[in-house]
């Protein structure tokens, strides 16, 4: 079973337009959750995090949303960028550690 | 700036062969673990250890082991490499206490014939 949902597999966006990647999760206990970015052939680097007694973490062009009442979390990338074409991975953390989505493929189009 | 680095980017092997993939980590972090990515499938976590010689199993823990002789070194092993295993393999690491979010290493493409 599901703990952490990413229900798009790909999303497209135009650049410099704004980039809305979303997560789901089942598990109230989670503590914090956390956004990574993956190019091709390398592994995840750590983007954002946010823990659960805040609604909104930001930093420079990424801001991550946390709505505890529906158990939804957001990243909004502005602008987006062409280098942002990559797939972003949610993650949530307790005291078993992370629990990873699936992905979601963003591509930034010219 | 912390280092996670693994010991092939890429390797291919047979059916049956015995396979060592190594994680060295230098920041001193407690935990490590051990994923395999999957497209459409996303990171599952194989094993993780939280000390020198303690190890957990993951979400997909069978026909892996893996061993943790020193803090900063995290080995997984495939006893006898199936086709199945045929993935990209990415190690981790990280501190015991949050904020603990998870450095990775550049990941293994292993190829199993």
């Known amino acids: 079973d599901q703990q952490v949902k990413q229900n798009s597999p790909s999303l497209s966006v135009q650049e410099g337009r704004i980039s809305i990647l979303n997560c789901d999760y089942t598990?109230?206990?989670?503590?914090?959750f956390l956004w990574y970015k993956k190019y091709p052939a390398e592994g995840p680097t750590f983007l954002i995090s946010?823990?659960?007694?805040?609604d909104k973490n930001e930093d420079g062009r990424f801001t991550v949303f946390l709505n505890k009442s529906a158990k939804h979390l957001s990243l909004h990338i502005v602008p987006s960028q062409p280098g942002d074409s990559a797939v972003y991975f949610c993650?949530?953390?307790?005291?078993?550690?992370?629990?990873f989505g699936k992905g979601t493929h963003l591509i930034i189009q010219p | 700036d912390v280092k996670v680095t693994q010991s092939s980017r890429y390797l291919v092997k047979r059916t049956g062969e015995k396979v060592f993939l190594e994680c060295v980590q230098d920041m001193d972090h407690e935990n490590m673990f051990w994923y395999r990515q999957d497209p459409g499938l996303g990171l599952r976590l194989i094993y993780f250890?939280?000390?020198?010689?303690?190890?957990e199993k993951g979400d997909i823990p069978e026909g892996y082991s893996v061993s943790r002789e020193k803090k900063e070194r995290f080995s997984l092993i495939l006893e006898s490499a199936s086709t199945n295993q045929t993935s990209m393999y990415l190690c981790a690491s990280s501190r015991l206490v949050p904020p603990n979010e998870q450095y990775f290493g550049p990941g293994t493409r292993l190829t199993v014939t």
């Open positions: 598990n109230s206990m989670f503590d914090y």
């Open positions: 250890s939280y000390d020198v010689k303690m190890k």
């Open positions: 946010i823990s659960s007694i805040k």
């Open positions: 993650a949530a953390g307790g005291a078993d550690g992370l629990t």
